[in-house]
């Protein structure tokens, strides 16, 4: 969901750094052959991703929903030479859609795919983190943080996707929308948690950059 007028987000766009060759194939064979190819990133957004990466150039990095890797390797392109991304996903047919190319990449030595519920892997990883990215279920965004809150290290950053949520954050809650209810509590969370410092962008649908103290 775009929040500005058409018009002016095609300009942001424009002046925009181009999204990189690798990533083009990736986003046309996702939309051809993969289910729900919006999940993905896509350009814009990937290159904010980038940015921040590289401004934290952190040694160790952990994305929470892989999906078809646009994202991971968007954030690939920050870490360190020694640095090691960890990327958590619950869909096995993907494995293989995302190792291609991750391997086409110059990141995939240091991109470590872990299959299954975020929840039970992330007890398992025994690394401390420079910048963890959410992008999966939403009713599990609280989970999440509270995984991984005591695993950053101090100035690491936490980027959460579908913080705005197709703009349902700001009307009346159906008492059956699960998904958005999440969403306002996890929102809520960053705001309220005195570990955190935060600040809730309005790129694409929503991106937040949360900073441990």
């Known amino acids: 969901m775009h929040f500005l007028p058409e018009a002016l987000d095609d300009y942001v766009v424009r002046h925009t750094e181009n999204e990189p060759e690798l990533l083009q194939q990736l986003t046309r064979e ?26 934290i150039n952190p040694k160790n990095i952990l994305e929470i929903g892989t999906f078809t890797g646009y994202a991971t390797l968007c954030l690939a392109e920050g870490i360190q030479t020694e640095g090691q991304l960890h990327t958590i996903d619950i869909n ?15 990141y995939g030595s240091k ?7 975020a929840l039970d892997i992330i007890p398992t990883l025994d690394t401390s983190f420079d910048l963890i ?21 101090t ?8 913080v ?26 960053l705001k309220d948690d005195d570990r955190v410092e935060t600040v809730l962008l309005p790129i694409r649908d929503g991106l937040t950059i949360s900073r441990k103290k």
Do not use: C
Request: proline share 3%; aromatic share 10%.
């Open 30 to 55: 996702t939309f051809q052959k993969i289910l729900q190819p919006r999940m993905s990133s896509g350009p814009y957004q990937g290159r904010v991703l980038s940015m921040i990466s590289k401004l």
């Open 92 to 106: 096995e047919e993907l494995v293989d859609f995302q190792r291609k190319y991750f391997d086409a990449s110059e």
């Open 111 to 117: 991109i470590s795919q872990h299959l299954g519920n």
């Open 133 to 153: 990215f959410i992008d999966a279920d939403k009713d599990n965004y609280v989970n999440y943080f509270n995984l991984i809150i005591d695993k950053m290290n």
């Open 155 to 162: 100035g690491g950053i936490i980027l959460s996707d579908n």
């Open 164 to 189: 705005l949520w197709s703009g349902k954050v700001i009307e009346t809650l159906n008492p059956k929308d699960k998904m958005t209810k999440a969403v306002l509590e996890y929102n809520a969370l």
